[in-house]
């Protein structure tokens, strides 16, 4: 019965948006007063800045089990709701931050004395000037925040932790569930009833409200008009879109999280991002662990946490690291591999971008957790080769969207000039279209790196609906996801430490490298 | 070949470029559509400096992109030398008005550009010819110089070097005298009239598109003046004056009055 599951899964949508709404009601919150404080006050900056890029960079999926614990201990009843809110939440809510920063950062001068002059108290400049001018950019990062947080949404709700068996309905749940029972019309109907889903709150939440937020643009930051692709071209001499001429399609770019790169390059230090890190991460699990001090002292706890360096052992954690980290840069390789080319074609004919881009756009805002399930009864005995499928599907569309908003940027005078010259192929690719889109394409890739991390928690072990799923070799992700079920609080903070390291240390010493030493030989003036 | 005798100068009436019946349109958003030409010919002659004058935005830039292979037109052909221009060649050089230099590559790097893909030449010989040239615009203390350090009537000169570089047969200039202070123009004026009347130098013809109508006269053997959108060509102005050419004479401002009338 086709009806049965049609209705099973638009009541999943139901729930899962519900819980999505929620995070993103609590990620604005959040972000209007940390990003708001973080733009006013000179000295909360220089704290609250760094701090935001050390959290933007932490594996949530890492995270997850440990907030599951502190929620379930807190209130079995609605602990694994909660906590699979907290979960999407941190998936939205940097994003936005950085957003609500910016904006308040970029408000022209006169207007803050303006409404200083006309004695303003602080609400009414809140309400009047500052929240308005960070709508436009929070409503855009809507687009980005909200893909991103249905992936870790679905992940919460699929996977499997071990004794603490907490099943949350929704999406990734009702998935999991025709997935192992075998019924591929429930996860046929699933998936299209998901992409209705997010195509109808693209079209008329997100879209309406970023043109309604464009009133709030000040002059200055206007360029962000320029990358919207109106709908009605996207499906030009169809009439049945003839009557949506207002609405517009957000162009590729808004589906990347928006990082101040150029300027975190320059201030933000290495060493003390390291420190917060771990000062991070401890806090974190303190926090979390806090109910769990009932039945457990403190001393056992960090002895507990001490004596798993010595058990598992500092070689196995390098090799874990060590492969984890080959699989990542074959993954970003991949994505870099195919997204430039395409990058380039698609933004040199934009007849063929006109509908091939919507298409990617829709493919890419799946969360591809939502095709684990299907994917953990697939491909036994390739693991290796799953592993990559699953850990390509969640990061390599950061690339290309990178790679195409830069190629976009390339000026039609500077393809003039190759054409004019007879340079072509790949001439052309070394000549111009490498230089122009490389800061783009590494801010990309700075972000398909964090999300490959991420996925590796699953990619790499999953256990849905009692298949398990994995690589024989050793990885990070793979030990984390063994300590989750086995309940291991312990050792599962030691590798999720290990991750944190290791993500910043390759986002710090090697891509913002990469990015700096780009943008100078490159003489950019401006930085992406 | 038709020969004929004016001012002092030999002038050959056949054409080296031409533009035949040109159909050119663009397609803007919300389907609204900008026909530039409608079957509009144009003839460039062998040896001679032609000027275009035109009302603004009645395709004149749009019109030296098709001449020199960079825009296909609708309908019509472009002929080079008697052979239809398929796509951009080394003997059409074009300067647009917007100065394009790739910021991350020196100057020398980006005149070299013009020859990036001649595989007749070695880099030597690349480097040393596109030296050569920058010499000539004046710059050559500027080779290793990125497009950042330089003033804008600096970049003029490197494109114009950049178009020089690959001995073209016809230089299509537009408004390449335009932001640039005034005696600098008069230089860089002097300079490319001095190339092409020297007969063993390129290029044998040169085309002009300005603004300036005193620049015209002064500069060109014909300059065919343009109507607004669809352009046709409404008069084709031939400037019978001996060169150098004085600004002062009466007959000057005769020719510069009669194209200001055509225009207006
Ligand atoms: N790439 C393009 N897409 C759409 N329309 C274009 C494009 N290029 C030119 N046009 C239109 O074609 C017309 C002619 O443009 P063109 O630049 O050739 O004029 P012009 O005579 O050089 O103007 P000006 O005197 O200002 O330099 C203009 O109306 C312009 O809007
Ligand atoms: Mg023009």
Redesign the interface.
Known sequence: MVLEELAIAWAAVGVSWLRMAAALFLSVGFSLLVGGVAALNKRAEKIIIPLLDVLQSIPILGFFPLALYGFYTLSPAIGAEAAAIFLIFTSQVWNLTFAVYESIKVIPAEFIETSKALGLSPWARATKLYIPSTLPRIFVGFVSSWSNGLYFLVASEIIDFGELDVKLFGLGSTMASFASAGNVTGMAVTLAVLVAAIILTDLFVFLPLIHYSGRFKFEATAVEDSPII?LS?VFKGRKLVGRLPRIRFPSPEFMLPRIPLGWLTKRVRFVKTLLYALAITLLAYLIFLLPLLREIPLQKLLYGFLERIYTIGPYNIILDVAFSLARVATAVLFAVAWSIPLAIYLATNRRAALFTIPIIQVAASIPATITYPIFASLLQGYDELRTFILIIMGMQWYVFFAAYAGMRRV?S??R??L??????GL?GLK??YL?RGIPSIISGCIAATGGAWNTLVVAERMKIGGVVAGVKTPGLGKAISVATEMGDIYSLALLVAVMVIVIISINKVFWRKLYELATS?????EAT | MVVEETVGRLRITESILEGRELHVRFNLRRGLVISVFEGLSIQVRYAEFLGIAGPVGCGKTTLLKVLAGLLKPERGEVYYKNQRLEKPTPAISLVLPTTTLFPWYTVLENVMLALYSDKSLTREDKIERCRAFLDMVGLSAFDSAYPSELSDGMKKKVILARALVTHPDVLLLDEPFDNIDPLAAVALRSEIENMWMNESMSPSSVVLVSHDIEELVELCDRVVVLTERPARVKEVVEINLQRPRDKRRREFYDYVDKIFTLLS
């Open positions: 109106p071209s000026p005078e500077e003039e000039v054409e004019l010259y007879n340079i072509r001439a000549v111009l230089p030989k490159l003489r950019f003036p």
